[in-house]
């Protein structure tokens, strides 16, 4: 018995293993995106969003609802409160924060779940200079007062608009958040 558990995968010999696959991608299938400075070397490509908060698109799913973009915060910046009707899934890159409402702190290197009903306030704290993290947002982000009252949402058509504007402001033009649509 071979002590290594394999997913069930028919066995390939050495020359098939490295054989591409030979057929076209299905049609309905968009074209990947590769970005190679995901973490950009132009300081325009950043569409801020808040007093030191910013957003650094990679994929703007319009097709299925969601975003996958860095978040960068510098001291003292704040996420206004909202709540998520859908999962978020976040990935710390640089730095630190924490929400509010939980004693947790999101360290550097760290994964993060959010739960679907979850609403929470981001912040990062004055002894941290910058935080960058990788999220995964599905559905919307919704503002909320501390009761809950709804003072706003942003979504990724939403996200969508204010690359736009900010690219085109910017000087990249408009077109430029195209490339991370799909
Ligand atoms: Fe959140």
């Not at 070397?41 to 698109?57: C, L, Y």
């Not at 915060?73 to 999962?87: A, E, I, T």
């Given at each position: 018995m071979n002590a290594v558990t394999r997913p069930n995968v028919a066995a390939e010999s050495e020359a098939e293993k490295r054989m591409p696959y030979k057929?076209?991608?299905?049609?309905?299938?968009?074209?990947?995106?590769?970005?190679?400075?995901?973490?950009?070397?132009?300081?325009?490509?950043?569409?801020?969003?808040?007093?030191?908060?910013?957003?650094?698109?990679?994929?703007?799913?319009?097709?299925?609802?969601?975003?996958?973009?860095?978040?960068?915060?510098?001291?003292?910046?704040?996420?206004?409160?909202?709540?998520?009707?859908?999962?978020?899934?976040?990935?710390?890159?640089?730095?630190?924060?924490?929400?509010?409402?939980?004693?947790?702190?999101?360290?550097?290197?760290?994964?993060?779940?959010?739960?679907?009903?979850?609403t929470h306030t981001l912040v990062v704290d004055e002894d941290v200079e910058e935080m960058m993290t990788l999220f995964q947002v599905n559905g919307a982000m919704i503002y909320v007062d501390p009761d809950g009252n709804v003072r706003g949402y942003e979504d990724v058509f939403t996200k969508i608009d204010m690359c736009r504007k900010h690219y085109e402001a910017v000087g990249l033009g408009a077109d430029y958040v195209d490339q991370f649509i799909r």
């Open positions: 057929h076209p991608q299905p049609k309905e299938s968009p074209p990947e995106v590769v970005i190679p400075d995901a973490i950009p070397k132009d300081e325009r490509v950043w569409v801020p969003q808040a007093e030191n908060v910013w957003f650094r698109p990679l994929l703007l799913s319009a097709s299925r609802g969601y975003w996958q973009n860095i978040l960068r915060v510098r001291k003292s910046g704040v996420l206004s409160r909202h709540r998520h009707p859908q999962p978020v899934h976040g990935f710390v890159l640089k730095g630190k924060w924490r929400y509010l409402e939980h004693d947790w702190v999101a360290t550097e290197g760290g994964y993060v779940y959010e739960a679907p009903g979850e």
